[in-house]
C-alpha cells in the first residue's frame, strides 16, 4: 500500500474517532481536576501524534485507549512542570503513569456529567448551551457563533471564560441530585436540541451535518434511558427521532431542498417513526406536558402522512396553539400563521403573519417564505414575488435558494 494511501486511511481513521468519542475522551481526562481547557489540549495533541504515528504504526486495536494514555500523558507531564506547580493549585489528580501497552478498559460514557457541569448555575445561561455544544458535541466554535448570530471571536472569549469558571469554582463532574438535576435539566435539554437545530442550518456539504445530528439523537435517546420519568426528557427524544426520520428526503441527491409537504415518505424511516412514536406516548402518560412534547406530537402529525395520505390539520392546529402558549416563539408563531393559512384559506394565513410583533420577524426568512407561498396562494403574484426574493436574500443554504428560485419562476411564467 502506498503511503499516500497509508496516510490518508489514517487520517480517515483519526477523523471519525475523534466524532464518536471526543465527548466521551474529554470528560475523562477533565473529570480529575475539572480543567476542560487543559483536557483539550492534551486531547488535541494526542490527535496530532496519531496523524503522526498511526500511518507507520497501523491503526492501535484500540484507538480510544490509545488516545486517551496519551492524552493522560500529556496532562501528567503538564502537572510536573515546575510552572505549573508554581500558578496552579495541585490538588490531588488520580492519574497515575501509563504507557501505550496498557490494556485499556472501555472508556465509559460520561457525557452525560459534563453536560451537567455545563448546565451548573455557577456557568451564566448565555453560555451554556454552546458550552456543551462545543465540549460535550466537539462542534466547531465558528459553527456555534454563526449559530448563535455572535462574532466568533467573542464566543471565543465566553467559552474560555467558561472553562476557566469550571475550573476554578471547582464544579464536579457527578450526576446531581434530583433537586439539582430538576434546576440544570432545561439547559442539557437545550443543549441536544441546539445540536440538532445547528445541522438544519448548515448547508448539506457543511460539516458536521450526519455526525452532529446523530450525536444529538444518541445523547436524546441517553437522556431518556436515564431519565425515563421525565416527560420532557422522553419529548425531546421523541421529537429527534420524528424529525430525523426524514432525512434522506429532506435533499435531492444534488442538495435541492424539498419542503415537507412535498417529501417522498417511502424514504422516511419507519424504525425512527415507531421509536419516536413510543417515547411521545410514554411521555403523555404523565400528564404534564411542556415545549418538546407539543413540538415531538406536531412531528407525529406530519408522520401520519406515511400510514394514512394525509395529515389532520385541524388536530395540528390545536398543536401549534399549544406549543404558542407553553413556549411562545417567533418559529411556532410563523408555522401556526402557515396552519392558519391551509385550513381557512391565505388570507387566514396572512392575517397570522401580519400579527407577529416580533420585530426580527423581518429578518426571519422561514416568515417571508410563508407570506410568498401565501401570497401566491392569494393571486397576489407582484407581491409574492418580492417576498420570494427577499427570503432568497436571507438564507445561505443554496438548496433552499433553487427551491425558492424555482418557485418564483413557476408563478411568473
Not at 270 to 282: F, P, Q, Y
Request: hydrophobic share 45%; net charge negative.
Amino acid at each position: 500500500m502506498s503511503r499516500l494511501r497509508e496516510d490518508q486511511q489514517a487520517r480517515a481513521g483519526v477523523a471519525q474517532l475523534v466524532r464518536d468519542s471526543y465527548g466521551r475522551l474529554l470528560t475523562v481526562l477533565a473529570a480529575p481536576t475539572r480543567d476542560i481547557a487543559a483536557a483539550e489540549d492534551a486531547l488535541a495533541d494526542a490527535v496530532e501524534r496519531a496523524l503522526a504515528r498511526w500511518p507507520d504504526d497501523g491503526i492501535p486495536a484500540n484507538p480510544e485507549g490509545w488516545l486517551l494514555t496519551v492524552a493522560r500523558n500529556r496532562l501528567r507531564d503538564r502537572w510536573k512542570s515546575s510552572g505549573y506547580r508554581m500558578t496552579e493549585p495541585l490538588d490531588e489528580i488520580d492519574y497515575a503513569p501509563t504507557s501505550l501497552e496498557d490494556d485499556m478498559p472501555v472508556i465509559p460514557d460520561r457525557r452525560l456529567e459534563l453536560m451537567l457541569v455545563c448546565a451548573h448555575p455557577a456557568i451564566a445561561p448565555n453560555i451554556r448551551t454552546p458550552l456543551m455544544l462545543q465540549s460535550v458535541l466537539g462542534v466547531d466554535a465558528g459553527a456555534i457563533a454563526t449559530a448563535f448570530a455572535v462574532e466568533p471571536a467573542t464566543m471565543a472569549q465566553r467559552l474560555v471564560r467558561a472553562k476557566k469558571r469550571i475550573r476554578d469554582a471547582g464544579i464536579p463532574f457527578v450526576l446531581p441530585g434530583r433537586a439539582d438535576l430538576a434546576q440544570r435539566l432545561p439547559a442539557v435539554l437545550e443543549a441536544v436540541y441546539g445540536a440538532y437545530a445547528i445541522d438544519w442550518q448548515l448547508a448539506p456539504q457543511g460539516a458536521p451535518i450526519e455526525s452532529l445530528s446523530a450525536e444529538a439523537l444518541h445523547l436524546a435517546l441517553v437522556l431518556a434511558e436515564l431519565l425515563p420519568d421525565e416527560p420532557e426528557v422522553l419529548g425531546l427524544a421523541a421529537l429527534v427521532c420524528l424529525s430525523e426520520a426524514r432525512r434522506r428526503a429532506r435533499r435531492t441527491a444534488d442538495g435541492a431542498f424539498i419542503p415537507l409537504g412535498e417529501q417522498d415518505t417511502a424514504l422516511w424511516d419507519d424504525v425512527l417513526i415507531g421509536r419516536g412514536e413510543a417515547l411521545l406516548h410514554s411521555a403523555h402518560d404523565y400528564g404534564r406536558p411542556g415545549r418538546f412534547q407539543y413540538e415531538a406530537a406536531i412531528q407525529s402529525a406530519h408522520c401520519t402522512r406515511a400510514s394514512q395520505g394525509k395529515v389532520d390539520m385541524n388536530a395540528l392546529r390545536k398543536l401549534h396553539r399549544a406549543l404558542l402558549r407553553v413556549a411562545p416563539s417567533l418559529g411556532a408563531a410563523v408555522a401556526s400563521a402557515a396552519v392558519d393559512g391551509e385550513i381557512d384559506g391565505p388570507d387566514a394565513g396572512l392575517r397570522g403573519l401580519d400579527a407577529i410583533d416580533d420585530p426580527a420577524v423581518q429578518r426571519f426568512q422561514p416568515a417571508w417564505t410563508t407570506r410568498a407561498h401565501l401570497l401566491a396562494e392569494a393571486g397576489r403574484v407582484a407581491e409574492a414575488a418580492a417576498a420570494y426574493r427577499r427570503a432568497m436574500e436571507l438564507t445561505t443554504d443554496p438548496g433552499v435558494a433553487e427551491y425558492l428560485l424555482r418557485r418564483l419562476r413557476s408563478m411568473t411564467c
